[in-house]
């Protein structure tokens, strides 16, 4: 129990003072192979060789590449025209249409900070002629790109399945009732929140000139989900048919991209790649560690003596994983928290799936909670404004987010219903 404390505080303390994940992991299972259980450096060597030939890795740089072509493409923007025009008529439509768009989008890109980037560059100067406040556009935009991390495909939720030893289908599968959730809340919200006029008429013949533009935009989740879903391809598989649907639309049919601006995509997936891999891996040996310790099962132990109830226990892992989504990026947090929270939970009676969720849910949360919520610093450079004042137009989101997530926590069926 004192080296599983250890251990966590370690990598909390070290995170906080801005050294790289990857050498703390890296140092941390080193000495704790070699001081704990007297084995030496080869053990972490054959931990990262086993970690690595995981074949659900190949779908994390595949869809990162497929969202990223999808960035530089036309993609977003016939998206976001169809929610425009499905919405339109309805008194704050275009803050509803806000919202759809990051989850329809989400569907295809797997990130919360891409989905920002195409849906928010494109959206806020288009909600701030629709006579919305900067306050709130801000907000809306912010707080529905990290729809991309709870609505599948999920690159964090490949993350979640690899450290806890879950299936990523089965997540997949999971996401969709809570992502359904939380764009009906925001949506409401918006519908409560949004200017009360109307600049735009429903016009079904513009929606269906918008639906042909896109229908090659909106079949993609379609053909990936529903690919995996009855079983005829894998999630890896998947990523694959994400990474060639989006070349063959973008440069061939849409001919938005061409292979000029395909360098820099390539770059910036290898880029945001390295990292990711590097501590991945090393996260895995220190895992390993930790298992053959039976630290998980000293830390359950312990929390079983602290509290006593299932609901307990929800309400504490929920208000913890709140306050590390403030300091912690996802990333980070579900590569040394799931393998350690995720034994606890199952002895709480709680399913490793729905936990996957309310941990994602948490620390999608933390994406719009300073000091450390990405989403925070990507929407100040995109719109071009205070990190301040970003932060403040994201806290009344925030009260509708701990309300979904409220929701998804106490009705575990929500993200069940399709996996069992």
């Known amino acids: 129990m004192t080296t599983g404390l250890l251990i966590i505080g370690s990598i909390i303390i070290s995170l906080l003072f801005g050294l790289p994940l990857f050498v703390i992991m890296g140092a941390l ?4 192979y070699v001081t704990v259980s007297d084995e030496n450096m080869m053990v972490v060597i054959g931990d990262i060789f086993y970690a690595a030939d995981k074949e659900i890795l190949l779908a994390i740089p595949l869809f990162v590449l497929a969202g990223q072509v999808m960035t530089k493409g036309s993609i977003s923007q016939r998206l976001i025209n169809v929610a425009k025009s499905a919405t339109a008529g309805i ?7 806000s919202i759809l768009s990051c989850a329809i989008f989400a569907a295809i890109s797997g990130s919360s900070p891409v989905t920002l980037i ?7 100067p ?3 002629q629709a006579g919305y406040s900067k306050k709130l556009s801000m907000g809306v935009l912010s707080t529905g790109g990290t729809l991309g991390i709870i609505i599948p495909p999920s690159i964090p939720m490949i993350i979640f399945a690899i450290m806890a030893g879950v299936s990523v289908v089965d997540l997949f599968k999971a996401g969709i009732g809570p992502g359904i959730v939380l764009v009906l809340v925001l949506a409401g919200y918006m519908l409560y929140a949004s200017p009360k006029f109307n600049n735009l008429s429903f016009s079904p013949k513009a929606l269906l000139v918008d639906l042909k533009k896109g229908i090659l935009s909106l079949l993609m989740p379609l053909i990936i989900l529903g690919g995996i879903y009855t079983g005829f391809f894998t ?10 649907y989006a070349f063959i639309v973008e440069l061939f049919i849409h001919r938005e991209v061409n292979w000029k601006k395909l360098l ?5 997936t290898a880029e945001m790649l390295g990292m990711l891999f590097l501590i991945l891996i090393l996260a895995v040996s220190l895992n390993k560690f930790m298992t053959l310790e039976e630290l998980p099962q000293q830390m359950v ?9 299932k609901l307990g226990f929800l309400v504490a892992v929920n208000i913890l994983l709140l306050i590390v989504g403030c300091f912690m990026d996802v990333m980070s947090a579900i590569l040394v928290l799931a393998p350690i ?8 009676g709680i399913d490793p799936i729905h936990f996957g969720i309310i941990m994602i849910v948490n620390l999608e949360i933390g994406y719009l909670t300073p000091p450390i919520g990405i989403n925070l610093f990507v929407a100040s450079g995109i719109f071009k404004e205070p990190l301040t004042d970003v932060i403040k137009s994201v806290l009344p989101f925030l009260v509708v987010m701990i309300l979904g997530l409220t929701i998804i926590t106490a009705f575990p069926q929500i993200s069940l219903f399709l996996v069992k």
């Open 341 to 348: 929270l995720t034994p606890m939970a199952i002895h709480y």
């Open 126 to 128: 288009a909600l701030l």
């Open 118 to 124: 195409a849906i928010g560059s494109l959206m806020y």
């Open 91 to 97: 008194p704050g439509g275009m803050g509803v249409a």
């Open 301 to 309: 132990d312990w929390m079983s003596a602290q509290i006593s109830t």
């Open 264 to 268: 820099p995509v390539f770059a910036e």
């Open 29 to 32: 299972a080193t000495i704790c």
């Open 235 to 244: 999630a890896t598989e998947s990523a694959a048919v994400a990474v060639v």
